[in-house]
């Protein structure tokens, strides 16, 4: 047992050892910056490097450095309700918005859904009407799989396509963390739907302030590209569309992008639209505007100017 004690030990002093020196490189701006691009990037899956203006520009860097493309056995499974991991914090908005927004007969498009993945994780919690579609468009592999394991596990309203265009009619569009990867933006990818769905639920998209550029990822063994586009370039192109912007919520989540400090990543956002003729049901404009009179009276203790005793 001392033996198995003392081995124990010095791995774990070693692995210690090893994050420690890690760290330390990685705290060092040019150093850093070296490892992530050369020596770390294959290595880690979703580490990113390079920038460039168009998806084809990507795609020929990618050449470049590795496999280009998607892993074609890689699916993800559901998130299980009750288990430790349970439900990530960033799910719940979503929850909340196809809550109040599925009908009997309601259609979802879910683009980038995997094998089924939020399908599965979220009627552990919605109670899908009984007539509702969900419609998963994926790559060839991943809609393989699903259509069987959907066939095997009895889920009839579960479907999968290839085609975005086979979500025609679809009131709900939901994409949890696949746009980035697409070669189309949201609004392009939206325009060929017709007629628009009336709900958009995006999620887990990388945005932020700068200018929308395209970056190379590492994914399990592949090299893909990835958009990183500006918030209100995004928000923007859904406002032509016909669409407002009713709910936004973010995660801490970081994209280093080495020797580019200016493009790196600290947050990804998830966005709900809603048709210019549906938004107006989804708040109250006088508990809304109440809210900020509210707020316009509170004078938080931080911003009161106060006074030591004794003085003018």
């Not at 009750?82 to 719940?92: E, F, L, S, T, V």
């Not at 639920?201 to 990388?206: D, G, Y």
């Not at 048709?275 to 009179?293: F, I, P, Y």
Request: aromatic content about 12%; proline content about 5%; overall charge negative.
């Amino acid at each position: 047992m001392a033996q198995s004690d003392s081995t124990e030990g010095h791995w774990l002093s070693k692995s210690g050892m090893r994050k420690g020196l890690r760290d330390t490189v990685f705290a060092v701006p040019l150093v850093s910056d070296v490892v992530r691009k050369h020596w770390n990037f294959l290595s880690r899956v979703g580490a990113c490097r390079g920038v460039f203006s168009t998806y084809q520009e990507t795609e020929d860097a990618a050449a470049t450095v590795g496999p280009l493309g998607y892993n074609d056995h890689l699916v993800f499974g559901p998130e299980i309700r009750g288990d430790p991991a349970d439900m990530r914090k960033r799910d719940y908005p979503v929850l909340f918005w196809l809550s109040r927004a599925l009908a009997e007969s309601s259609k979802i498009l879910n683009l980038g859904g995997s094998a089924g993945m939020e399908y599965f994780t979220y009627r552990q919690f919605l109670g899908l009407p009984r007539h509702v579609i969900w419609m998963v468009c994926e790559l060839p592999h991943a809609v393989e799989f699903g259509s069987n394991l959907a066939r095997s596990v009895n889920a009839p309203e579960l479907a999968f396509t290839t085609r975005i265009e086979d979500g025609a009619g679809a009131d709900i569009f939901l994409c949890c963390g696949a746009l980035q990867y697409l070669e189309q933006d949201l609004a392009a990818c939206l325009a060929r739907l017709q007629p628009l769905p009336t709900r958009v639920l995006i999620n887990r998209v990388p945005v932020y302030e700068g200018e929308t550029f395209f970056t190379l990822q590492s994914s399990f063994g592949s090299v893909v590209p990835y958009r990183i586009q500006n918030r209100q370039e995004l928000v923007d192109s859904m406002i032509d569309l016909g669409y407002q912007l009713v709910d936004c919520w973010y995660e801490k989540r970081e994209i280093v992008i080495p020797f580019h400090p200016a493009r790196s990543i600290h947050e990804f956002y998830g966005f709900y639209f809603a048709s210019n003729e549906l938004a107006a049901k989804d708040w109250d404009d006088e508990a809304v505007a109440t809210a900020h009179e509210v707020r316009a009276r509170i004078t938080h203790p931080w911003m009161a100017r106060t006074s030591a005793p004794g003085t003018a």
